[in-house]
Structure formats: structure tokens, C-alpha cells
């Protein structure tokens, strides 16, 4: 039987759409053309997140989604979306409460005079960090960070800052590395039930640099795995519509070793069936062991 699916050119949010559920939506749920559902797994540090949508046994039933997909601001829009969550995913994978996020600005006379000239200054700096860590047995340095630069002719001079999230160990040595002053701030990471989300959606609000993040290169990606046979069309029915509560469905998955932080269930103006998406955090002292499916 043939299968088809949504790929990853489609905007998930604009396909499904509908997260006021009634009758009418909740019906599109039992079209016999949903064979059944696909569990997309993303397990980043101790974040674990879960997709589900629907699979079909015919071309048509999702033909219509085309039309979300068309524009080129719609394009866009799904570009800014999966860059931060990939920027999203990446930090929670890599990055402890050991760590430290970090502001670092310019004094007025060593303030960049274009993007690109900040950007030398950054890589410069990151050059001192990694050469300082391998002197003294630091780990090996991993990073991400930001540039913004604000250029407009209405203000008076430059504003330019960076921010790094970093594991070097030493904040003071590290403010005594970056060596172009400026009023700079070093503080340690604290998770919390989305990980480090809100951080990252913070300094990602408005960068204005060549890239929207840099990162080292020795980052580990997030953890993904595929199944088609977690969820029946009949379970997604009954948690969408409230029969069984998502707790009942997703923490077991895991064998409690996750609680669920957060649950979205929507229908869609363009194809049957609905997309569930679940996030959990791992409990504490628990190691999250993946699943073979």
C-alpha cells in the first residue's frame, strides 16, 4: 500500500491550524484514508519532544496543503521557524547548568565598524578561548552565539554586542580574553521545563549579523527517531477529543521516565486527521535510554 506523508517543505502550524476542536474537526479524525500516524521522537539534552501526524494510503487527501506552501513570505516564515528550532534543540543538547551564557560589548574606541569586522573579533576571541583551554586542560570548548549590530543613522554611534553560550570553565579568564572592554556580562545557565528555550528565543529575537548563530563545530546533533506503530488513529482520537488524558498516552512511551510539560492537539482546513505534539522533560536522576524501534 502506498503511504504518503507531510515533508519537511510544509509548515506543520499552517497546515493544522484549527486548535479550537469541535465536532465538525474531530470528525475529520475518522477519514479511512488515515492508515495511520507517524511519531517523529527529538531528544535534545533533557528535552524530548514528540510530533505526530497522519499518514495517508492516497495522494489526494493531502493535495490541498499545497496551497499553505506557495507564497515565498510563507517560505520564509518556514525557514525563520526551523532555524530556531534547530538553534533551540542544539543548545539543550549541548549545554549544561555547568555552563554559562555570556554578553560581551565594545568601549567606544574599539567598537567594530561593520558586521563583518565584529564578527573577526568574535572568531578572535573564540580563538583565545579554545588556544587557553587546550593550555590548561579545560574541556574541549563548545560554543554558540550571536552578533547584533545596529547601524541605524538616526542613533548617535554603533551599538554592537555578542551573545555566547560557552562551557569554558573560568568566566574571569574569559572576561580578561575578550580585551575590547565594554560593560560585559558572564552568567551560569539555569534550565527549566523547556530546557534553555527562552534563552535561546531571546538572543535570537533580532540578530543582525552576516548568520543568525555561529556554533563549534563538535556540537552533537539532537537524537531523532521515526516509528509508525506508537500511535493507532483510534488513540489519537481519543486524546484529541479528551477521552484520555495526554499524561496517559506519552509518559508511558517512555516507561515514566519523562513528565510531560506541554500538549497541542490540532485539525486542519486542508487534510484529514490531526498533529499531536508533546513535549516532556527527563526526571531528575533518570538516564534516558533510547528506544530501539
Not at 555561529?214 to 516509528?227: C, D, E, G, M
Request: glycine share 4%; proline share 3%.
Amino acid at each position: 500500500m502506498a503511504k504518503y506523508t507531510l515533508n519537511n517543505s510544509y509548515d506543520i502550524d499552517e497546515v493544522f491550524n484549527n486548535v479550537d476542536l469541535n465536532a465538525e474537526s474531530l470528525q475529520l479524525l475518522n477519514d479511512r484514508h488515515v492508515v495511520k500516524y507517524r511519531t517523529k521522537t527529538i531528544k535534545s539534552g533533557n528535552i524530548v519532544e514528540c510530533e505526530i501526524y497522519p499518514i495517508w494510503d492516497t495522494r489526494s487527501a493531502y493535495s490541498r496543503a499545497k496551497k499553505t506552501k506557495e507564497s515565498r513570505d510563507a517560505q520564509k516564515r518556514l525557514n525563520a521557524k526551523n532555524t530556531l528550532k534547530k538553534a533551540i534543540r542544539l543548545v539543550n543538547a549541548n549545554f549544561t547548568d555547568n555552563d554559562y551564557w555570556a554578553t560581551f560589548t565594545y568601549k567606544d574606541d574599539k567598537l567594530p565598524k561593520s558586521v563583518e569586522q565584529a564578527e573577526r573579533e568574535m572568531a578572535k576571541f573564540i580563538r583565545r578561548l579554545r588556544d587557553y583551554a587546550a593550555k590548561h586542560n579545560f574541556p574541549e570548548l563548545k560554543y554558540f552565539y550571536t552578533t547584533e549590530f545596529n547601524d541605524d543613522p538616526s542613533r548617535k554611534k554603533i551599538r554592537v554586542h555578542h551573545n555566547l553560550i560557552f562551557n569554558f570553565p573560568d568566566r574571569d579568564i574569559a572576561e580578561e580574553l575578550w580585551r575590547n572592554g565594554g560593560r560585559n556580562s558572564i552568567r551560569r545557565l539555569v534550565a527549566d521545563d523547556n530546557g534553555y528555550e527562552g534563552l535561546v528565543r531571546y538572543i535570537l529575537k533580532d540578530p543582525r549579523g552576516s548568520k543568525s548563530y555561529v556554533t563549534s563545530r563538535n556540537l552533537k546533533k539532537p537524537q531523532i527517531t521515526v516509528a509508525d506503530c506508537k500511535l493507532t488513529r483510534r488513540r489519537v482520537w481519543r486524546v484529541t477529543s479528551g477521552l484520555v488524558t495526554p499524561q496517559s498516552i506519552f509518559e508511558p512511551m517512555f516507561k515514566g521516565k519523562c513528565r510531560l510539560t506541554s500538549f497541542t492537539a490540532k485539525t486542519s482546513n486542508y487534510v484529514t486527521g490531526a498533529y499531536l505534539y508533546a513535549k516532556m522533560i527527563i526526571k531528575p536522576e533518570v538516564k534516558y535510554e533510547k528506544r530501539k524501534e
